[in-house]
């Protein structure tokens, strides 16, 4: 009965959604204030009611209803508690039934936190949400139903949920990165608002910038915990791969990251209107690209879900009217868009957009490099070519480093215009110091690479020159400690997501460069030397788990003789599936982990294939996209964005020494 009703719930949610398009329409085009006015209650009763579906399916799984086919397929009795409930986005039906979900989640945040937009603008950003939201219930009902029973006969058991998936980056992943993606419908929406009202000043760009930053912000915390997952739990040692899935997340990031910056411009000076609106389209654009890569069956990945082209097509088709509409009202309202404002070559304003530029081909870069193969395969008739790292390490890490330049020299930058020896001022000397730095690390260890040179100096400069910038704040102040708490949180947000660039590229580059692995026969008692590092295998021993069995090898790590660690790598057997995972054990560091993972069984004298990784900085990649998604959430705590009164529209050159780009 609870499924059920849950289905119920979903319909009244699709039927709200219909409603909180029509009902405000008409009173937009009526003049009824009353008609606008139901958007926000329509917003809440859509939200409820996707909660509660959402909910009766999270029952299901708990409860073990098999007679659900979305639960037999993908669910079991012994599958501990915090799978089955994150089983429930585990696979497509589900997965889309939480996009719904964060998507009106979305709505009613919008509907509640923005009374300080006119009535008529607030009412068409919540039209345009209700219409995606209204295509996607579609979807959802009408291919992808997850409360879909199999009677009268269904099994008694399930078939179990993948492997790969019964792990806490289950749990939190999919959920970030939803809140991300789908995110990036609000700014889509003030555009299409402003360009439907004709209204594109820069009022439209101060109100989508704080959710614009929080959508932001939850996309690089999913991609950092991705990144993270695949690191331990595929066993291979890997952080990315250029899956055609990663970029599927990682395209509408680079949008969303110039849309950043391209909004504060807007605001700021009143430049890049029209750009702004367009980058604002093709960041939800790409989201929707990505949804289409990802559950069409048009691609193989680890985190594909494996559903069949009809669903695709709707989506391919949804993903059409969507860019098609867009693009079209943008051509009718905004081609004649002109800026008055003019910038010189050293301002902040060419700086912010050597930014998108580079944001933007780096996109398109990675989506020829993800799409060409699926185009070729079409063409030539199911012949398949594979492009992997190589043509995106020779094509997309050249275009980082201009970028990393860019933002080496942005704090000492000034809007409208920057004379060159303020731009300028310090940076040389920086620049040698971060190039020295960068040079004496690279020497201390055992294989100095060029690469490791270029982009350490490069981070070295940036973070020295956000240093720099931040002891400009404070330059003839009395009160050194007073001046820097009179700035913006903006600024400081600035400053974390700047550093957590550069962090995150010592980490990349580190990480790609300085890695060693080896793969050993060992059996146990025997020892190996892997870098400076004596590795010891003492064999495996059987070990039970809730739902699995484990071969459990046991490693003890050496330096000079000095116990650094024992690892317990894994090689499981999950019972429902029969299914065999490896499991790898790691010695989290600092400066570089220590990851044991286990092979197969080889024949003789209980041998083993253990794999051996040295991973200098490689947490440092993850600990910058931390401090990237803490500086997006930062920024809304600005005062700016928790004023209830109106901007005014005209815009003045600031004259400050640094504002946040995206703050």
Known sequence: MIVEL??????LACLLSLLMVVLPTLGLSRGQTSLMMTAKTLAAGMFVFTLLSFLALVQAFVVSDFSVGYVARNSNTLLPMQYKVSAVWGAHEGSFLLWTLVMSFWTVMVAGFSRPLSLDMRTRVLIVMAGLSFGFYLFLILTSNPFERTLPF???EGADLNPLLQDFGLIVHPPLLYMGYVGLSVPF???????WGNSLDVSWARWSRPWTNV?????????????WWAYYELGWGGWWFWDAVENASFMPWLIATALLHSLAATEKRGVFKSWTVLLAIFGFSFSLLGAFLVRSGVLTSVHAFAVDAERGLA????????????LVLYGFRA???RSQVTFTATSRENLILGNNLILTISALVVLLGTLYPLGYEAFTGGSKISIGPPYFNAVFV?????????????????????????LLKGKLLTFGIAVAAAVGLTLMLPSPNLWVIGIASLSIWIVLGLLQALALQVANKRDKMLALLKRPVGFYAMLIGHMGIAVSALGIVAAVTLSEEVDLRMTPGSEARVDVYDVKFFGTTAVQGPNYVADQGRVEIRQENTLITTLFPEKRRYLASNSVMTEAAIEARFLGDLYVALGEPLPGDDAWAVRVHIKPFVRWI????????ISGMMSVLDQRYRSRKKRSASVKADTGVLEAAHG
């Open 6 to 11: 849950g289905h119920f719930c979903l319909v």
């Open 622 to 629: 993850w600990f910058g996209g931390l401090m990237i998604a």
């Open 215 to 227: 959508a932001w912000a939850f996309l690089t915390l999913g991609i950092t915990l991705g990144s």
């Open 335 to 337: 081609w004649n868009l």
């Open 398 to 422: 050249p275009l980082m480093l201009p970028l990393l330049v860019l933002m080496a020299l942005s704090g000492t930058s000034r809007w409208w215009k920057t004379d060159r020896e303020t």
């Open 189 to 195: 929406a003030f555009a299409i608002a402003s360009l």
């Open 315 to 326: 989506i391919l088709w949804f993903l059409a009217i969507v860019i098609g509409c867009s």
């Open 154 to 156: 269904y099994p008694s």
